[in-house]
């Protein structure tokens, strides 16, 4: 689904609190990437009343996913968020990066690992943290923060196991920037070498 939007903020970034994990750069379908990794892919969302999934509490259709053919993950990083001890771990994956007009819209799965049966929202997946990607220029030292005004809402919510989607936007990158580091989240590893759409 095409999202067309267009700049109102930018936005600073805040605080999140997690625990190092691991990152990679996921293999695309020609072979590109460096680790490859297997991700949680299936028919995921949140559930409705009667338990059936949907794709309306977990975000996927507020972020133009469709659940029957979900994109291949271009990279992903593993975060240990506090404060929820039922969560053991949040794997958080890029699945798309595109541009649009005056923008670049990223959409990204989280998916926890703990126990119980109870939904989490992308709050709690993330520590009680609020989601804000930033990509990262090392050669001129400049960070690109995400658009809060562009950004999905941090209540999407779907059981341990079951992902939740996310988009946001960012700035685009200056003229001749072909690639830039990806810090999912404040604290969690930055996966290098994201190559920036054309």
Not at 27 to 51: C, L, P, Q, R, V
Not at 67 to 85: F, M, Y
Not at 186 to 192: I, L
Request: with cysteine; hydrophobic share 35%.
């Amino acid at each position: 689904m095409t999202k067309s939007i267009s700049v109102r903020a930018a936005a600073a970034m805040a605080g999140a609190t997690v625990l190092l994990g691991g990152c990679s750069l996921v293999e695309d379908a020609t072979g590109s990437g460096e680790e490859s990794s297997a991700s949680s892919e299936g028919s995921a969302a949140g559930e409705s009343a009667d338990g059936s999934v949907t794709g309306d509490e977990s975000g996927a259709k507020q972020a133009g996913i469709d659940l029957e053919n979900p994109p291949k993950p271009i990279a992903e990083v593993t975060v240990r968020p506090s404060g929820d001890d039922d969560i053991d771990s949040t794997k958080i994956e890029l699945l798309e990066l595109r541009r649009d007009d005056n923008v670049m819209l990223a959409t990204f799965r989280l998916t926890g690992d703990g126990r119980g049966n109870e939904s989490k929202t992308m709050s709690r997946l993330l520590g009680y943290s609020s989601f804000e990607p930033v990509f990262i220029d090392m050669d001129k030292l400049e960070k690109y923060s995400n658009v809060s005004d562009l950004t999905s809402s941090n209540n999407a919510k779907a059981p341990l196991g079951e992902p939740v989607y996310a988009f946001t936007a960012f700035p685009l990158p200056r003229d001749g920037v072909t690639s830039m580091n990806l810090q999912m989240t404040r604290g969690a590893p930055t996966v290098d070498d994201i190559p920036m759409p054309e």
